[in-house]
């Protein structure tokens, strides 16, 4: 039998919980238990995020990867969402598409980046493509579920008020009934577009995961840490405003 727990407790297990984590971290680390060398401890990450603000680095590397990365989950989710409805509404266009959704899902954003770098230059270009090419994918199979799980009752329904077109179809019955499985699509993209960051900037595009490479590189792992972190919030902000999105398109719900 689960017990329900309100918000404010909830809140307070969890930062309960944070708090234990970094203190037995903390205490790995200044006991031996693990290697100062390989593991920073957490004490050492406020020091090197402000050596990296006063640097300017880290302001700088935010608005770079900020740069690629809204405008990549952009177009991934427009594309996605936008085909995935398409084919969930138009059995013909599912079908003749089947084939090439099949052969093309299963390949990793990483895997492009060989061609980011031949088609776009080591630019944000190439970076943004990598991006919209992981958030694309979970957009279309959100959408494409969403829409195929519309109660058929509902075009019939449609059809009798005189809203039997594919436009009316889309408008009326389609977009508010698999709203709900979009949304979720969206905001799971989100994740996945901070996720593809760093993929994106490992050919020396200017950003987070650029910064973490160079950092790995001189086996400043405090600073790896401060950037892994950085993302970390920065998906927490971006799912937070994104809440308050989902609550307008949704407001209809009870």
Not at 85 to 112: F, H, K, Q, T
Not at 126 to 146: E, K, L, R
Not at 181 to 210: D, H, K, N, Y
Request: include cysteine; proline fraction near 5%.
């Amino acid at each position: 039998m689960s017990i329900k727990l309100s918000g404010s407790v909830r809140l307070g297990l969890g930062l309960a919980g944070l708090v234990l984590f970094f203190g037995l971290w903390e205490a790995a680390v200044q006991s031996g238990l693990l290697p100062s060398g390989m593991v920073p401890a957490p004490s050492s990450l406020g020091p090197a995020w402000l050596d990296e603000v006063r640097g300017g680095f880290w302001q700088q590397a935010i608005l770079d990867s900020l740069n690629h990365y809204l405008l990549g989950l952009l177009i991934g989710s427009v594309l996605g969402a936008g085909l995935g409805i398409l084919c969930g509404m138009l059995g013909l266009l599912d079908s003749l598409l089947e084939g090439i959704v099949r052969l093309l899902r299963p390949v990793p954003g990483l895997a492009w980046v060989p061609f980011a770098i031949l088609w776009f230059g080591l630019s944000t270009a190439g970076a943004t493509f990598v991006i919209a090419i992981s958030v694309f994918w979970i957009n279309f199979y959100a959408a494409h579920s969403a829409v195929r799980g519309v109660d058929p009752e509902l075009y019939e329904l449609a059809s009798a008020f005189g809203h039997g077109s594919f436009v009316g179809r889309l408008f009326k019955i389609v977009l508010p009934a698999s709203a709900p499985g979009i949304m979720a699509g969206l905001r799971t993209g989100l994740g996945q577009g901070w996720m593809s960051v760093v993929a994106a900037e490992l050919f020396g595009v200017p950003g987070i995961g650029a910064r973490m490479m160079q950092a790995s590189s001189l086996l400043a792992t405090d600073v790896v840490v401060v950037y892994m972190l950085t993302m970390a919030m920065l998906y927490a902000i971006t799912d937070f405003l994104f809440g308050f999105v989902r609550k307008w398109v949704l407001r209809w719900q009870p």
